[in-house]
């Protein structure tokens, strides 16, 4: 894993730890002996991710006296706004690869992608409106929390799309390909989950 996304991945699972503290007592703060002993987090992949996450208003730190570690460390209501609104946190703080594969993260991510890439084909007037209308209605499909993905309805929508979609944009097919591809191994997942249910 390169850099850049191993740094995302700290902050993310950051905000989710704080997210979730938040969630069991607003008013509490967490330690950094709590990321070190309960999260498993290292000190370098805390401290400079932590101070990224107060410089931009996600986090709240309670300085102490040992900079750079702090005291307490809170997610702010702005961190709360990040972390709820599933697109904006998966793009900001993409999941390691590991937990990207599930496609739970990658197929609202690939939406995306194939959004913007309508936004720009070369396609014109009904053909690329009624393309980007099918694409937007896709991306509010996938804005919904996982559980209550409507999948029969997203497997209709890539079908309908892959069958408008002309054979000269080879990288809309390959997109519509891969959202295909994470909503079958989303489902699989999920009838595994089931049967693995008493």
Same mark, same amino acid.
């Given at each position: 894993?390169?850099?850049?996304?191993?740094?995302?991945?700290?902050?993310?699972?950051?905000?989710?730890?704080?997210?979730?503290?938040?969630?069991?007592?607003?008013?509490?703060?967490?330690?950094?002996?709590?990321?070190?002993?309960?999260?498993?987090?290292?000190?370098?992949?805390?401290?400079?991710?932590?101070?990224?996450?107060?410089?931009?208003?996600?986090?709240?730190?309670?300085?102490?006296?040992?900079?750079?570690?702090?005291?307490?460390?809170?997610?702010?209501?702005?961190?709360?706004?990040?972390?709820?609104?599933?697109?904006?946190?998966?793009?900001?703080?993409?999941?390691?690869?590991?937990?990207?594969?599930?496609?739970?993260t990658g197929l609202p991510l690939l939406a995306e992608r194939f959004t913007e890439h309508v936004e720009q084909t070369a396609l014109d007037g009904?053909? !690329?409106?009624?393309?980007?209308?099918?694409?937007?209605?896709?991306? /509010? &499909?996938? %804005?919904?929390? #996982? +559980?209550?993905?409507?999948?029969?309805?997203?497997?209709?929508?890539?079908?309908?799309m892959e069958r408008t979609i002309p054979e000269t944009d080879a990288s809309c097919a390959t997109l519509l !390909?891969?959202?295909?591809?994470?909503?079958?191994?989303?489902?699989? /997942? &999920?009838? %595994?989950?089931? #049967? +693995?249910?008493?």
């Amino acid at each position: 894993m390169d850099v850049t996304r191993r740094l995302k991945a700290a902050r993310r699972r950051i905000l989710r730890i704080l997210y979730d503290r938040y969630l069991e007592d607003p008013l509490a703060s967490t330690e950094p002996q709590d990321f070190f002993e309960k999260y498993g987090l290292t000190r370098d992949d805390l401290v400079v991710n932590i101070h990224y996450l107060h410089d931009s208003g996600l986090v709240e730190l309670l300085m102490g006296y040992a900079p750079p570690l702090f005291s307490g460390a809170r997610i702010t209501a702005k961190g709360v706004d990040v972390v709820e609104n599933y697109y904006e946190f998966n793009a900001r703080f993409p999941a390691a690869e590991q937990e990207a594969e599930d496609g739970l993260t990658g197929l609202p991510l690939l939406a995306e992608r194939f959004t913007e890439h309508v936004e720009q084909t070369a396609l014109d007037g009904e053909a !690329r409106r009624t393309l980007l209308r099918d694409a937007l209605y896709l991306r /509010e &499909e996938l %804005a919904r929390p #996982t +559980e209550r993905w409507r999948r029969h309805v997203l497997r209709a929508v890539l079908d309908w799309m892959e069958r408008t979609i002309p054979e000269t944009d080879a990288s809309c097919a390959t997109l519509l !390909r891969q959202m295909k591809k994470a909503l079958l191994h989303t489902a699989s /997942e &999920e009838d %595994a989950s089931d #049967t +693995e249910t008493p």
